[in-house]
């Protein structure tokens, strides 16, 4: 007799997940809700028109695989590219402050003509980065294995 698999059987894998139209991006917002990085970790490539950023993720996908099996929240770092960047715009954040650790809420794209849009990544404390994109396209990666969420906690307002 054979049965179907279940959720629980399957093989984690890192994400590796793209965005290229608006209805895409609150996935990926929600994927990257309460990430943090120090300001130093962010990326502004002109000539290539890229903006990246490397963060620390909480993985709200396996929330509540770990709270069934009693096991430890986990964070993940990962990278946030978002090309076909015209321009980037910033506020609330104070480059000089190297030690600045920032905390993503939410990407929220406003469409404009023809494809064209802005992409703003609301961080905490009234602070957003602002990217002006030619064509919507960003990727979320996974780029290390999962660890041990310091804090022990998930972040509370997540759900």
């Keep these: 007799m054979t049965r179907d698999a279940r959720f629980e059987e399957g093989r984690e894998t890192p994400l590796n997940l793209g965005a290229l139209d608006a209805e895409d991006v609150p996935v990926i917002s929600a994927l990257l809700q309460d990430a943090v990085?120090?300001?130093?970790?962010t990326l502004w490539e002109p000539r290539r028109r890229r903006f990246s950023l490397l963060?620390?993720?909480f993985r709200w996908e396996d929330r509540a695989a770990a709270e069934a099996r009693g096991r430890p929240y986990e964070r993940t770092r990962s990278v946030l590219a978002v090309e076909n960047v015209l321009g980037v715009a910033s506020q609330?954040?104070?480059r000089r402050d190297a030690d600045v650790v920032l905390s993503?809420?939410?990407l929220e794209f406003e469409p404009g003509p023809e494809g064209a849009g802005a992409l703003t990544l609301v961080l905490a404390g009234d602070g957003a980065i602002r990217l002006e994109v030619e064509a919507l396209e960003l990727r979320l990666r996974?780029?290390?294995?999962?660890y041990r969420a310091p804090s022990g906690k998930a972040p509370e307002h997540g759900d």
């Design 55 to 57: 963060v620390n993720r």
């Design 104 to 106: 993503l809420l939410a």
């Design 142 to 146: 996974d780029v290390t294995r999962p």
């Design 37 to 41: 990085f120090p300001a130093t970790e």
């Design 92 to 94: 609330g954040i104070d």
